[in-house]
């Protein structure tokens, strides 16, 4: 259980406030990476196999086992699989939406602005674990408790990183803006919400594998249905095939968000010159 | 013809901005020092300065980007930055950088403006695509910025604030970006557009040639920005190549530049820079 608060630390706000900075990053050859990933999943199954020669198969099963289990998972848990992405959706949804909003203000509103940033600064120093006992306490429901779970961890990442971006538009961009005497909410609507997507596009490709380890620990302490749930089960009992069964159908929606996130960031920021750093 | 320095005096009721003693610090340092100007209605008004020497600071002063520390700025009757709404959709400004929105296309830039100034968008796309057009952008309006040259956006950036048919313009280094005979070209169309329309023009910039081509007056400024020498250029001068080499040296001396190089013929001393 000490994990997610480990996790939590190693994607600190300021990590991500500084790859915002590094943009636009560099976007070595596509085929590349992908012929690197083949290569390094081939290369882990066949450790597996070697592994799976020398020990007992309660201890590291073959991949073959562990591919049939995939294949069970997939025609008879596939309830599980749609209730976590559920959760999933609506709780990185909202957070977005909230933390944008939070991000704006901080960045926008003289006046709020410190009261919410010291707000999310003390939030981001919660940890993970402290959250998921507390929502344990405070609701009842096991959707709340799981909702409520991942909305307070993802928040802060958006709330700082849209903030760090209005922070960092160019002064001579609202200059621009005001020598045509814009509204407030002129002033938004075409240079300070244009200018955040970029930031919201790197806040949640960041996140969302945090994101994923999370809400499988929230159902693993909330609820009895879920990814995390059916986990917990097959470790009690004794099923480690499909744990890794599991494990390997995590990495692998991992990898299916990732590229489609970044399948529409290609699409609506097309208007962003690829640097090609060599 | 004699290229006489006239101090400029007007009446209340024609000028259009009107800065009286105006002085403004940043910090400790000292930009603008006790400036007076006037301009007109339907002039043509050069700033003519070295690099750093506060050009820029008078426009923002103007714009009501910034308030002065000392004197009087009135635009258009009103104080700019106190009553920063009253120049709504009376002014515009082609900054120094281009300062178009990335995500924004070349004709999408430009309508900027009339939208901020609530007109429909089709009304908007319309006076956006004529103005690329008279910029001679045809054909490029619908790429993003990372697409243009430097020449290219700086157009659009112009076409942006013409796009708004503003009272009163402001351009800062917009001729002197671009290469000599693109900036001439756009320079003269430039001041063409705005003597038909009868708008009033105030552009910035540091080199002698671009302000003797298309001004009617010229302030040139000190550093920090005080006016050490204004005058007048009439028609007749513009066409007689002597008084305008004249004129050329006489700024050049003001400025303290180097005269010993200061063309006779302005036309072939374009690329003579005093940055
Ligand atoms: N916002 C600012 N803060 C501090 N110093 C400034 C600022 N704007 C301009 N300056 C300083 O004021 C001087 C005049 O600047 P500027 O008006 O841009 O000159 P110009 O446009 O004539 O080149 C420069 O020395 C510049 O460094
Ligand atoms: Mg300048």
Partial sequence: ?278 | MNPIATPTTTTQSDAFIEMRDVSKHFGDFLAVDQLSMTVRRGEIVALLGRTGAGKSTVMSLSMGTIAPDQGTVRVGGADPSREFDALRGKMAVAFQTDRLLPWRTAVENAELGLLILNHSKSQAREAALHWLARVKLEGAEHKYVHELSGGMRQRVSLARALAVDPELIFLDEVFSQLDHVTSQVLRRDFSRIVREVGKTCVFVTHRIEDALDIADRIYVLDAPARVCLALSVSEQTRRDPRALADLHDQIAQAIGGDTESAGHDPNYSENQDLS
Avoid at chain 1, 6 to 29: E, I, M, Q, Y
Avoid at chain 1, 31 to 49: F, G, N, P, Y
């Fill in chain 1, 1 to 278: 259980m000490s994990q997610p608060a480990r996790t939590a630390s190693s994607v600190t706000p300021s990590r991500l406030g500084a790859r915002a900075a590094a943009r636009p990053a560099a976007r070595p050859g596509r085929r590349r990476d992908l012929t690197a990933l083949c290569v390094v999943s081939v290369l882990l199954i066949l450790a597996m196999e070697v592994a799976s020669r020398f020990v007992p198969p309660f201890i590291m099963p073959s991949p073959l086992v562990v591919g049939q289990a995939v294949l069970e998972l997939l025609t008879s848990d596939w309830h599980h699989v749609s209730v976590t992405l559920l959760r999933l959706a609506a709780a990185v949804g909202f957070s977005m939406l909230l933390g944008v909003l939070i991000g704006l203000l901080m960045g926008t509103s003289r006046r709020l602005g410190p009261y919410l940033n010291s707000l999310v600064i003390i939030d981001t120093g919660i940890p993970a674990l402290s959250w998921m006992l507390v929502a344990v306490f405070w609701f009842k429901d096991p959707e709340a408790r799981i909702f409520f779970i991942l909305t307070v961890i993802l928040l802060p990442f958006y709330a700082l990183n849209v903030y760090e971006g209005v922070r960092s538009m160019p002064k001579e961009w609202v200059d621009m803006m005001e020598s045509f005497r814009p509204s407030r909410w002129q002033l938004m609507r075409y240079l300070v919400i244009p200018h955040i997507v970029q930031y919201v596009f790197m806040t949640t490709k960041s996140v969302i594998g945090y994101a994923i380890r999370m809400v499988i620990f929230a159902e693993l302490v909330a609820s009895a249905v879920g990814i995390g749930s059916r986990m917990s089960l097959a470790q009690s009992t004794f099923r480690i095939d499909y744990v890794l069964a599991w494990t390997f159908l995590l990495v692998v929606l991992n990898l299916v968000l990732q590229s489609l996130l970044n399948l529409v960031e290609r699409h609506v920021l097309k208007w962003r010159a690829e640097a090609k750093v060599r």
